[in-house]
């Protein structure tokens, strides 16, 4: 009979002893994924120009995880394992793709398409940062979203007895960047787009021709200016127009969030009624008074 007694006495003793312990280990969890972290992703829209709106929606990457957002903080309902990760967010604009870190501007549409990339792509906003997860912790994670794609207006100022009579300006410019990899910011595949001028008839700037891009960045050794001036009544004949922008697009990568407009003056050639056909001494002009709207 006392046998049987010390026997329950220990199994009592074993039983609080063993609640004791499951109940020390779970005080001891801060969340309710004790092997796995969490994380809440906020995005931050700041650096972005004027004008330029909040996208509708966006996308949080991160190792095998892939979610879209509407508003501003993504808590996905996903754990990671511990372990090291990138996190990249962006949204998918207008005639732009994305896979992985790489973003790649849509080809033109009509004529001679494969030969261009579109002219006017949608803005795209990127971030991307390591994250160390480990396990039974919660992150609370900022995504600083930065614009990817710039406006450029070219404004050309024709000059002598054959400038009144121009009808219409078309254009390309070469060495613009048809991707971008922003886990490295690095801009690739040059290549040519549409540039449409159009004559500006009022203000300090009448009488200029003008046209807007916008532009995931420039990419290659160069950025060249070709163009062909159509003339009234066909007097004189079209001219060739060439320019090299090289020098004055240099930096063009950097500071997005502000719109660029160039300046150029084409020179007349002597004795003839026409044009050299170049322009050089590009500058950089406020843009204040120049209706850049796509």
Not at 81 to 89: E, R, V
Not at 105 to 115: I, P, S
Not at 223 to 229: N, V
Request: net charge negative; glycine share 10%; charged share 20%.
């Amino acid at each position: 009979m006392k046998t049987n007694s010390i026997y329950k006495t220990s199994l009592l003793a074993a039983a609080l002893l063993l609640s004791a312990t499951s109940c020390v280990k779970d005080e001891l969890h801060d969340t309710p994924h004790p092997d796995t972290g969490k994380i809440t992703v906020t995005a931050d829209w700041t650096d972005r120009g004027d004008g330029v709106d909040i996208p509708a929606e966006w996308t949080v990457t991160m190792d095998g995880y892939t979610g879209t957002e509407a508003g501003e903080t993504h808590a996905p309902d996903y754990l990671f394992a511990p372990g090291s990760y990138t996190l990249a967010a962006y949204n998918t604009p207008e005639n732009i793709t994305v896979s992985g870190t790489i973003a790649t501007v849509a080809k033109a549409h009509g004529d001679a398409a494969d030969l261009f990339i579109n002219n006017a792509p949608g803005w795209l906003f990127t971030s991307v940062q390591e994250a160390e997860i480990e396990a039974d912790t919660d992150y609370e994670l900022t995504a600083v979203m930065h614009q990817q794609v710039r406006q450029l207006t070219l404004v050309i100022e024709p000059a002598g007895d054959a400038a009144d009579r121009i009808e219409s300006i078309e254009g390309t410019l070469s060495g613009a960047a048809g991707t971008l990899d922003f886990a490295t910011d690095t801009h690739g595949t040059p290549s040519e787009v549409k540039l449409h001028f159009t004559k500006i008839t009022d203000g300090d700037d009448a009488g200029k021709w003008m046209a807007t891009v916008r532009l995931l960045g420039i990419a290659g050794d160069a950025q060249r200016l070709t163009a062909t001036l159509t003339y009234t009544d066909g007097n004189p004949q079209p001219t060739s127009l060439n320019s090299d922008l090289t020098s004055a697009l240099n930096g063009f990568n950097d500071g997005k969030t502000a719109p660029l407009t160039l300046g150029g003056t084409i020179a007349e050639t002597p004795g003839e009624a026409g044009f050299t056909g170049e322009i050089t001494g590009w500058e950089t002009v406020d843009g204040g008074g120049v209706d850049a709207e796509m």
